[in-house]
């Protein structure tokens, strides 16, 4: 198919889909995506109760979502899925393959709870490929046992973009990120200012300590040096090494064992 074999949606167009099972859906277009739902040009969509099953495409094995469209979940299961690389007769340098389950490109994605998106796969964003500033999470969401060629990788945050935390998480929430930059998730400033409650429910696929500064959620380590740190904090510890990295754990600067430099 072109891309979004069972939804198609351009130009300003609406939809609700509610109770209903898109399985082996398949997407052929390198470019365009979406195994079962693709949107693009300002569309409005809303899915809720729906399963989403061993669908395929190149980007967003089961969604695809670009170009200031805006999609909001609710109740949705997607496993299985794959985002599988098919090479493009119009760009030869690239055959994608991201985001196993949703691709996200300048757009939004409003997931308001009771979402599991586990076991799908893709070259990159196992579960969520995340090329947006407008995935806005709340309520219960699980994203959790994805897989970029084959080691886990769930949702893929590239530089300068991010996870915006719109209301309360559940405490079951599990969220695994993986990010070119140290900060990935902040509040959106009027349901959600303080995010130090919700840095339990996110953890760094290649297993880096998560914290919180300057607002926000952030991935790595923090290096102080000698009585003061590269982010202006102060020692707080003695008779450590010249160099060494340091992670915030419940209000106070623990050093990362093995990690000094």
């Known amino acids: ?15 609700e889909i509610d109770s209903t099972d898109f399985t082996e859906n398949s997407a052929k277009m390198c470019e365009r995506g979406g195994g079962a739902i693709y949107m693009t040009g300002s569309s409005i969509g809303s899915v809720k109760d729906v399963t989403f099953t061993k669908n395929s495409a190149s980007k967003g094995g089961a969604i695809a979502v670009h170009s200031g469209s805006v999609l909001t979940v609710y109740s949705i299961t997607a496993k299985e899925n794959k985002a599988i690389a098919i090479e493009c007769s119009c760009d030869k340098d690239r055959s994608y393959g991201w985001g196993g389950a949703i691709y996200l490109s300048w757009t939004t994605l409003n997931i308001e709870g009771d979402v599991n998106i586990s076991n799908n796969s893709a070259v990159s964003g196992g579960g969520i490929y995340c ?10 969401v699980v994203i959790d046992g994805n897989t970029a060629n084959g080691v886990s990788n769930n949702v893929y945050i590239p530089s300068n973009k991010g996870v915006v935390i719109t209301g309360e998480l559940d405490s079951a929430s599990k969220i695994g990120v993986t990010t070119d930059d140290g900060e990935f998730a902040w509040g959106d400033g009027e349901n959600v200012t303080d995010v130090s409650a919700y840095a339990d429910n996110f953890y760094h696929d290649g297993g880096k300590p998560v914290y919180v500064e300057g607002g926000k959620l952030n991935i790595g380590f923090i290096l102080l040096q000698n009585a003061h740190s590269t982010n202006g904090y102060e020692m707080l510890t003695t008779g450590t090494p010249e160099y060494q990295w340091y992670v915030l754990a419940n209000g106070e600067w623990v050093a990362v064992e ?3 430099k």
């Open 1 to 15: 198919g072109y891309g979004g074999v069972a939804v198609c949606m351009s130009g300003f167009t609406s939809f």
């Open 131 to 140: 090329d947006s500033t407008g995935l806005n999470v709340s309520g219960k």
């Open 258 to 260: 093995g990690a000094n």
